[in-house]
């Protein structure tokens, strides 16, 4: 039969909802009308998408790599059927936490100035790839090593780690700081888009607790109210200020890359390749708001 981008939404919204009942409701439409649009699209594929042996639905391992390509499939159509983007076709710029720290806004002002009839759209999106995998942005400013398959990336510098701690703490006053010195506090860790891991301590000396996060406002917070210290780049300070925090150089840690990075093949948005010349001359200039 013929999958039609009905069934891609029926998997999604089971996908999201977790049960066939709140999907059904999602869609406006009935139980079993979902529950044929799924079997449907996996007797089409071959593959069990969802594992239905408990009350609350789980994708399968197959499920789960559909799920970003249903999602990447589903967001180009809705784009290629926007109205507004017939007049301009914007170029969605993501990242997770900090853009392009304090170059951020150079590339912006260069961008509209040499491309006016391209919007650059910056958004930030709490997750690893920024978006990317469900085709919510054409390409990512994100930090640290990317190991998964289909991504096209470019090096555009290298950040120095900083430690984030509480302004009132004793650590607040000391120039720099170490891992071991970070070690003795709780680790504030954003488990969805952070570069820091247990891994970056020695396994003898890792510290005793962390509290996990999911986004950047979390993470400032647990620092703020004194829960916890973090580490993160130099791009954050000048990105995330805040009156209860201090950033301190992290004299003992390894720099973060920064990529700019998208999903090889089409497609792919024409412009992709004059931000990658921009980001470059930009970072290169060091045309940086002080």
Same mark, same amino acid.
């Given at each position: ?138 390409? &990512?400013?994100?930090? !640290? /090593?990317? =190991?998964? %398959? ?6 555009? *510098?290298?950040?120095?780690? +900083? $430690? ?96 700019? &990075?998208?999903?090889? !093949? /089409?497609? =792919?948005? %024409? ?6 010349? *921009?980001?470059?001359?930009? +970072? $290169? ?6």
């Amino acid at each position: 039969m013929t999958i039609e981008l009905r069934h891609l939404r029926a998997f999604l919204a089971i996908a999201d909802e977790g049960t066939i009942t709140r999907a059904a409701a999602r869609l406006h439409t009935g139980q079993p009308a979902v529950s044929r649009t799924l079997r449907q699209l996996e007797t089409h594929l071959g593959v069990t998408l969802v594992d239905r042996s408990t009350h609350h639905l789980e994708l399968t391992a197959q499920g789960r790599t559909f799920r970003a390509k249903a999602a990447a499939a589903v967001a180009a159509v809705d784009a290629a059927l926007d109205p507004g983007a017939l007049t301009a076709w914007p170029l969605r710029l993501g990242h997770p936490w900090a853009a392009l720290g304090d170059h951020t806004i150079p590339l912006l002002r260069r961008w509209d100035e040499r491309h006016p009839g391209v919007p650059l759209q910056l958004r930030r999106v709490d997750d690893r790839l920024a978006g990317l995998a469900q085709g919510a942005v054409d390409v &990512a400013l994100l930090r !640290g /090593p990317l =190991a998964e %398959p289909g991504l096209v990336t470019v090096r555009l *510098l290298e950040e120095d780690r +900083v $430690a984030v701690v509480p302004a009132g703490s004793e650590l607040a006053d000391r120039e720099s700081l170490t891992l071991a010195d970070i070690a003795a506090w709780p680790v504030a860790l954003n488990t969805v888009a952070g570069t820091t891991t247990l891994d970056l301590w020695p396994p003898h000396a890792r510290p005793a607790a962390t509290i996990e996060v999911t986004n950047t406002d979390e993470w400032l917070t647990a620092i703020a109210v004194g829960r916890a210290v973090g580490i993160s780049t130099a791009a954050t300070p000048r990105m995330h200020t805040h009156p209860a925090i201090a950033y301190r150089p992290l004299t003992d840690a390894p720099p973060v890359p920064v990529v700019l &990075a998208w999903r090889a !093949g /089409p497609p =792919a948005h %024409p412009a992709i390749p004059d931000l990658v010349a *921009l980001a470059r001359a930009v +970072v $290169a200039g060091g045309q940086a708001v002080g």
